[in-house]
C-alpha cells in the first residue's frame, strides 16, 4: 500500500529539496523513507522533529508573512512522515487516522508544491478510501456474525426441496432444461466478469459514484405492511441512515438505478440468456440495495427474471404458479400478485391450502444468478447487507 501512496509522487526531487532544504540531514530519512522496505524508529522521530522546527515556524508572526517554502517543506515533510508511519508501523485503522491527520495538517498548514501541487489531496484520498473499504468490509463482517445468530427466519423450517444449480450452461441447456420447462434454477459462474462485484462491495466507491443523487427508498418492514412508505433521499443518506444502521428498515428496491446513473449501468451486462426472449426491447434493469432483514414479500412478476447477486447473500422461497390457490392472493387490484399468506408464519386455520404448497428452496450468495420464471412466486428475505440486480424481461 505504501507503494501505492509513492506512485502520487511525480517529482521526487521537489519533495526532497523542500524538505532537506529545512534540514539537510533529512537526506537519509529521505531516501530511506523511499527505498528501504523496513524503517528504522529513529527515522520517524527525525521527520518529527522537523515538523516540529516547521509548525513553530508557521505559528510564528502573520500568517500572510510565513515564507512560502517553509509552508512547502511542510507539505513534503507531511508527506514524508505518512510514507513512513505507513511503512514502519502494523497497518491499522489507527494508523491509517493518523495518517490521514499529518496529511491533512499539511493541507491545512503547508502549501502545494510546485509540480506535486495534488500530492497532499490525492494522498488524503486515497488513505479515507482505504479507511472506508476497511470500515465496510468491518460492518459486513459484523453483519455476518449477526446474521450467524440471527433472529431472521430460517429456510430450514420450511418443507421443500432445494434449487437446481447448474454452473454457466450453454444457451442450449438453459434453454431445453429450464427456460422450456419454465423451471427455476441457481446459475453459477456465469456474472464473474462483471465489474460490480469488485467494485460495489466497496460503499465508498457507491458513495463517490453516485453519492449525491437523489433516489426512492422503501421505509417499513415490507410493501404489503400498512406503515409502509416510500422516501425521497440522497444515496448516501440513505446508506449512512438505513445501510449502516438499523433502526428503521430502509430499502432501496425495484429501482432503475442504472438508466439514471450510467457510470454504475457499465459495471454489469445483460446476461445473454435474456437472448431467448421473444421481446427485442432490452431487459427491465432493477436494483435491490439495502441492509440486513429487507423482506420482499410472497409474490410474482408478469416476466422472465434473472436476479443477479452482487454483494451478501438472500435466501428465497419459489412457488410454482399451480400453488396459487395455497397461497391466497390478495383480493385488491394493486395487491394481486402479492400472497396473503406468510410461508414462515403461516396462519393454517385461515389459509389451510397453504399445507399443500411445494416450495422451492434458494440460498443466493455473491456472484449468483436465479433464474424465476414468470409467474413464480417468490419471497425474499436479506441475510446480510445486500445489492441484488434484476432483470425483468419476456
Ligand atoms: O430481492 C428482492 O428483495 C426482491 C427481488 C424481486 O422480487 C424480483 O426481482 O422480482
Known sequence: ????????????????????AINPTLDKTYKSCFQDSKIQANRKLEIESVLDYLHDELNTGHWSK???TIRRAFSAAS????????????FTDDLLKQCLKTVDLGLLLGAPLQVNSELLTNCATFLSKKLNERNATCEIQNQKRKHENKDLDNLE???????????CPSLETFNNKYFVSQKPVKLQDCVTHWPALSKWPDITYLLKTAGDRTVPVEIGSHYADENWGQKLMTLKEFITNYFYKSEDLGYLAQHNLFDQIPELRNDIYIPEYCCLGQDDNEPEINAWFGPAKTISPLHHDPKNNFL????????????????TFCLYPHESTLLSNTAQVDPFNPDLDKYPNFRNAK????????GEMLYIPPKWWHHVTALEKSFSVSFWWS
Do not use: H, W
Not at 508511519?85 to 502494523?90: F, G, Q, V, W
Not at 443477479?308 to 410454482?320: H, N, R
Not at 416450495?359 to 455473491?366: R, S
Open 308 to 323: 443477479v447477486q452482487v454483494f451478501g447473500t438472500k435466501q428465497l422461497i419459489l412457488y410454482s404458479p399451480d400453488d
Open 66 to 68: 510565513i515564507p512560502i
Open 1 to 20: 500500500m505504501d507503494c501505492d501512496l509513492i506512485t502520487f509522487v511525480i517529482d521526487k526531487d521537489e519533495l526532497r529539496s523542500a524538505t532537506v
Open 359 to 366: 416450495a422451492v428452496k434458494c440460498i443466493l450468495e455473491a
Open 157 to 167: 423450517q420450511i418443507n421443500g426441496v432445494n434449487i437446481d444449480t447448474i454452473v
Open 79 to 90: 508527506f514524508v512522515k505518512t510514507i513512513i508511519l505507513l511503512k514502519s508501523s502494523e
